[in-house]
């Protein structure tokens, strides 16, 4: 039989950390975010409406939202690449360099 090559080929055992295993939590369903904040890309496989697998543990800067969901600017090789991904796959980024802040192109200012 054909292997299956679908969006979400391989991803049955993407890595989850073992004490997040179980109930599905619903603090990373409804977090908010705002423009031009840090986020990180963690894929949960948990849900349905995963970002391509490509983007597991790229970071970026969110631009707006649509619905619920989020576009997320991120740098791909040398692409800069727009992703609309739901908020239980993002990760807030806290700055650790106190009063640096982010221009809209995602650079320091």
Do not use: W
Not at 24 to 39: S, T
Not at 57 to 71: C, D, E, H, P, W
Not at 79 to 86: D, S, Y
């Amino acid at each position: 039989m054909k292997g299956s090559h679908g969006f979400r080929r391989g991803t049955r055992n993407l890595k989850v950390k073992v004490r997040k295993k179980g109930k599905v939590g619903i603090k990373g369903y409804l977090q908010k975010f705002g423009e031009n904040d840090i986020v990180s890309i963690s894929i949960n496989p948990r849900y349905r409406a995963i970002p391509h697998p490509r983007f597991q543990g790229k970071s970026g800067v969110i631009l707006n939202t649509q619905g619920r969901a989020y576009y997320v600017r991120i740098k791909d090789g040398d692409k800069t690449k727009k992703v609309l991904i739901t908020p239980e796959h993002l990760i807030p980024i806290k700055c650790k360099i106190q009063g640096v802040s982010y221009n809209s192109s995602g650079g320091r200012e």
